[in-house]
């Protein structure tokens, strides 16, 4: 089977396609004709390294998965050849206390498919139940493979972790990312009032037809005025922040009093301020996230399956132009997601 692989870190031109041996299918697992795969910009962070993270090389990179049950286990009842599946990322052990109370993605364990393990972007690929979920008859393979980890983090963040009220304000930065155009339906679905920021004129209307009521383009140097005139003597309740150092001095001058400002990334740099004398004179609080437990990720697929979550394709790419794909993701050049087709 042809496989996207990496045998070392670096630049787009580590990328190889390969072809391998296909994985066999176990009693206790099944079988998946991958379709489409969707490229996150974890798959950008892989293959150029992580610095403090191990990632066991060669890997096979990819977390979002569509295709169809080839093979089942059998141990396996839950499905059957011929059904049309999505890809769920997570990895975790179910002996882990943290599993056991229905937080996987809290575990000490807990491992992302492409990342911790060899992902799905490869023709064939052998997973365990809870790795796959039936597919929304809506969409096609490039549309659900386009949706898991985007949305799952999205949701943990603004639902679990920050606990998102239909009558606050929340800032989203990057709206023509996969998870800052996620977070704008999750947002507008719950019924706050979204303000966003794009890089440019030209993908203002693009944010605006996610769903945000207001959107501001953060290269311009007076954004944080013009967002503080906006919002007059209001401030946001929470702020969605996957950026980092860039944005961060921003995000702590415009964070409402008992705002939450919620992370999941630092693209931009990790090592940021924090006065700390603001932050419990205003009591706000500053929350970590990562992915979202299998509940949330059930959650999503029944906003999807019911037309409230949407796909957001930029382009789809054949496996063999890997290469394009990364090169578009990482030069920003995408409006939406990045699809591999199979």
């Known amino acids: 089977m042809r496989a ?33 795969s969707s490229v996150n910009h974890l798959d950008i962070w892989v293959r150029k390294g992580i610095p403090g993270i191990k990632i066991p090389l060669p890997m096979i990179l990819g977390s979002d998965g569509a295709g169809i049950v080839i ?41 992302i498919l492409g990342e911790t393990e060899s992902g799905v972007q490869c023709d064939y690929v052998v997973l365990k139940p809870e790795n796959i979920h039936p597919m929304s008859a809506l969409l096609s393979f490039e549309e659900a493979a386009s949706m898991q980890l985007v949305f799952m983090t999205a949701y943990q963040m603004l639902v679990e972790r920050a606990f998102l009220k239909p009558y606050e304000i929340v800032l989203i930065y990057g709206a023509t990312s996969g998870v800052g155009a ?29 769903g945000a009521d207001y959107v501001f383009n953060h290269s311009d140097s007076n954004c944080l005025s013009k967002i503080k005139t906006t919002l007059r003597n209001k401030r946001p309740d929470v702020i969605f922040e996957h950026v980092g150092l860039k944005t961060w001095e921003m995000s702590m001058k415009l964070l409402g009093r008992g705002g939450r400002l919620v992370t999941c990334g630092a693209t931009s740099g990790h090592d940021v301020n924090i ?12 929350i970590g996230s990562t992915m979202s437990n299998i509940n949330v990720f059930k959650e999503v697929q029944k906003k999807i399956s019911l037309n409230i979550y949407k796909p957001f394709i930029d382009r789809v790419y054949p496996l063999s132009d890997i290469k394009h794909a990364h090169m578009r993701m990482e030069n920003r050049k995408h409006l939406g997601k990045v699809v591999l087709s199979l």
Request: charged content about 25%; aromatic content about 6%.
């Open 182 to 210: 996620a977070a704008i339906q999750i947002a507008t679905d719950i019924g706050a009032k979204v303000i966003t920021t794009v890089g440019s004129k030209s993908k203002i209307d693009y944010a605006l037809g996610l």
């Open 71 to 111: 093979e089942v286990g059998t141990e396996i009842s839950a499905f059957k050849v011929g059904d049309k599946v999505v890809v769920q990322p997570g990895l975790y052990d179910a002996n882990c206390r943290h599993v056991k109370k229905g937080n996987e993605n809290f575990s000490n364990t807990y491992g």
């Open 4 to 36: 996207v692989l990496i045998n070392e870190h670096g630049s787009a031109d580590v990328l190889r396609l390969k072809d391998i041996e296909d994985p066999v299918c176990s009693a206790d697992k099944v079988k998946i004709n991958i379709k489409a």
């Open 275 to 286: 006065d700390l004398r603001h932050l419990f004179s205003k009591q706000q609080s500053i």
